[in-house]
């Protein structure tokens, strides 16, 4: 059974750094495309920051600049480095697997880690 559990999620004031991380398990990810997406009350999910198999990064325009996203695949796990948090970063989290790219489309999802950032 596929899991994937993120952390490191939590309050924050805006301008300080935040960093999640997804561990996965159930089966290795190595060749797979991995995500970041978040959710805000009353907002549609978005894409945050994509990881392929291959090490390519993508960022949403939103995040440019002030995100990292990083794998390390001998640990099966996905990191989100979020640095200059700003309130409007306040959103559950959520970590992809086997993401599609250029899409919301995902095989496996998290259960989110909320990230709330205070002015």
């Known amino acids: 059974q596929v899991q994937l559990v993120e952390s490191g999620g939590g309050l924050v004031q805006a301008g300080d750094s935040l960093s999640l991380s997804c561990a996965a398990s159930?089966?290795?990810?190595?060749?797979?495309?991995m995500a970041w997406f978040r959710q805000a009350p009353g907002k549609e999910r978005e894409f945050v920051a994509g990881i392929t198999w291959r090490g390519g990064s993508t960022y949403s325009d939103s995040v440019k600049g002030r995100c990292t996203i990083s794998r390390d695949d001998a640990k099966n796990t996905i990191y989100l480095q979020m640095n200059s948090l700003k309130p409007e970063d306040t959103a559950v989290y959520y970590c992809?697997?086997?993401?599609?790219?250029?899409?919301?489309?995902?095989?496996?999802w998290g259960q989110g880690t909320q990230v709330t950032v205070s002015s």
């Open positions: 992809a697997a086997g993401w599609v790219p250029g899409t919301k489309t995902s095989a496996y």
């Open positions: 159930g089966r290795a990810f190595s060749w797979d495309n």
